[in-house]
C-alpha cells in the first residue's frame, strides 16, 4: 500500500447507472487530485482539491461529480457515463505548503472502470 | 505551457542489459522533473525527481536520470535491465507554480527479454 486507497479495484456499471469511486490517504496531506488514464493517452488532471475546496476543474463533464467531505477522502460520484469514459481513474494526494511548493505526491493504484 | 516528449513508445532489451528512455522537456522556467513506473494493473510509482538540486539524479532500483538543460533532456538509464522492470515508465514535468500540476508524457513501454 502506497498511502493512497482505492476502491473499487475494479467497477463495470451500465451507461444508466450512479456509481461512486472512493479514494482514501493515511499521509496527513492537504490536497487530493483525481486523473484519467485512457489507453494510448497521457493521464489527465480532472480535478484538484485542497482542504476540501475544489481548486481546480479541467473541463471535465458533468457526469462526473466530485466531493471531498474531509482531507483524507474524495469521491468521484458517476452517472450516465458513456463507454468513452473507460479508463483507469487514478487518485493522488500531496502536502501543499504556501510558497513553498508542493511535496509527497502519492497516487493510488486506480480504479479500473469498465463502461457498458 | 510545460510540456514532455517520450520518444520512443516501446523500448525492447535483453535482461542483463543496459536500459534507456529518453525524454525530452519543454518548460519556460527551471522546471522539476520525474520519472514513474506503472505496472500491470498497478498505480504510479515514483522511481525519481530532480528539483534543480543535482543534475545526475538516483533512483530506486538501480534507475537515473541526468537533467540536462541544454538539450532539454531527462533520460532515463539502468545499467543492467531484470525481468522485474518490465513496465511502463512515464516521464512528467511539474508546474511549481501554485498546485503542483505534474504533465505526463505519454509513456514508454520496456519489454525485457530473458
Known amino acids: 500500500e502506497t498511502g493512497v486507497t482505492q476502491t473499487p479495484r475494479h467497477l463495470v456499471m451500465g451507461m444508466t447507472n450512479k456509481k461512486s469511486l472512493k479514494c482514501e490517504q493515511h499521509?496527513?496531506?492537504?490536497?487530493m487530485y483525481w486523473y484519467k488514464q485512457s489507453a494510448k493517452k497521457p493521464l489527465e488532471l480532472m480535478f484538484v482539491?485542497?482542504?476540501?475546496?475544489?481548486?481546480e476543474n479541467n473541463s471535465v463533464p458533468s457526469r462526473f461529480s466530485p466531493e471531498c467531505p474531509n482531507s483524507s477522502h474524495l469521491f468521484l460520484h458517476l452517472h450516465t457515463l458513456q463507454p468513452e469514459d473507460s479508463a483507469l481513474y487514478l487518485c493522488?494526494?500531496?502536502?501543499?505548503?504556501?510558497?513553498?511548493?508542493?511535496?509527497?505526491?502519492?497516487f493510488g493504484s486506480g480504479t479500473r472502470l469498465t463502461v457498458v | 505551457a510545460q510540456s514532455v516528449t517520450q520518444l520512443d513508445s516501446h523500448v525492447s532489451v535483453s535482461e542483463g542489459t543496459p536500459v534507456l528512455l529518453r525524454c525530452n522537456y519543454s518548460?519556460?522556467?527551471?522546471?522539476?522533473l520525474f520519472w514513474y513506473v506503472q505496472h500491470p494493473n498497478k498505480g504510479l510509482q515514483l522511481l525519481l525527481k530532480?528539483?534543480?538540486?543535482?543534475?545526475l539524479v538516483k533512483g530506486i532500483n538501480g534507475f537515473e536520470a541526468e537533467f540536462k538543460k541544454s538539450e532539454t533532456s531527462f533520460h532515463l538509464t539502468k545499467p543492467s535491465a531484470h525481468m522485474s522492470d518490465a513496465a511502463e515508465y512515464f516521464c512528467?514535468?511539474?508546474?511549481?507554480?501554485?498546485?503542483?500540476?505534474?504533465?505526463f508524457g505519454t509513456g514508454t513501454r520496456l519489454l525485457v527479454s530473458p
Open positions: 482539491y485542497s482542504l476540501e475546496e475544489r481548486v
Open positions: 499521509l496527513g496531506h492537504n490536497a
Open positions: 512528467v514535468v511539474s508546474d511549481s507554480t501554485g498546485f503542483q500540476k505534474l504533465v
Open positions: 493522488a494526494s500531496s502536502q501543499q505548503h504556501r510558497g513553498l511548493g508542493t511535496y509527497g505526491y502519492t
Open positions: 530532480y528539483t534543480s538540486a543535482a543534475t
Open positions: 518548460s519556460s522556467y527551471s522546471p522539476s
